[in-house]
């Protein structure tokens, strides 16, 4: 069973355990492993010591686990995000918080000269029409308007016979 953290601790406890296993692995280093013992015989004595591998003081002749790690940490602030100040946060806040309401009507989008619908004016005029100043559409339906010659039998419809109104059916308007 996996079970999930929102603990930023646990989670850099994580990551920190993946690097270690990472850099132990690209490093080509392993824990010494010793023959597994021969089964109803046990070894008297003493654990075999292994000698202890010498640190250097400036770490930079030894490109160990240590100095992999030095590395990695040397590189994280090139690639995180950079940390706003608190009134920098605040102001985000301030522009996210701004009072809204949201509006339901009808207001024809007007068509723009590449041929797709507009709905920001009518998104401000449904606004206006609610006394607000100015408004986004958040819903919008589409109709196709057919003159009544396309209900001829018999004729062949033309390109310039139907055409498709859009409106915005609610918007979300502030002061």
Same mark, same amino acid.
């Given at each position: 069973m996996m079970v999930r953290s929102g603990?930023?601790?646990?989670?850099?406890?994580? =990551?920190? &355990?993946a690097v270690l296993l =990472?850099?132990? %692995?690209? #490093?080509?280093?392993?824990?010494?492993? &010793?023959?597994p013992p021969a089964l109803g015989i046990r070894e008297q004595g003493p654990p075999p010591s292994t000698p202890a591998p010498s640190a250097s003081p400036s770490g930079e002749d030894n490109?160990?686990?240590?100095?992999?790690?030095?590395?990695?940490? *040397? /590189?994280?602030? &090139?690639?995180? !995000?950079?940390? @706003? +100040?608190p009134s920098e946060t605040m102001n985000d806040l301030s522009r996210l918080a701004k009072p809204s309401t949201m509006v +339901? %009507?009808?207001? #024809?989008? !007007?068509?723009? &000269?590449? %041929?797709?619908? *507009?709905? /920001?004016p009518a998104a401000d005029q449904l606004c206006q029409s609610k006394g607000y100043k100015e408004g986004k559409s958040l819903n919008t339906d589409s109709a196709e308007k057919? +003159? #009544? /010659?396309? =209900?001829?039998? %018999?004729?062949?419809? @033309?390109? *310039? *016979?139907?055409?498709?109104d859009t409106v915005v059916t609610s918007a979300l308007c502030q002061n």
């Open positions: 603990n930023p601790a646990v989670r850099f406890g994580t =990551l920190t &355990s =990472l850099l132990l %692995g690209a #490093a080509g280093a392993g824990w010494p492993q &010793s023959a490109p160990g686990l240590i100095h992999g790690l030095r590395n990695l940490f *040397d /590189k994280v602030p &090139s690639f995180l !995000p950079p940390i @706003k +100040s +339901s %009507g009808r207001a #024809a989008c !007007p068509v723009s &000269s590449n %041929g797709a619908p *507009d709905c /920001k057919c +003159s #009544a /010659k396309v =209900l001829i039998p %018999g004729r062949q419809r @033309k390109p *310039d *016979d139907c055409r498709t």
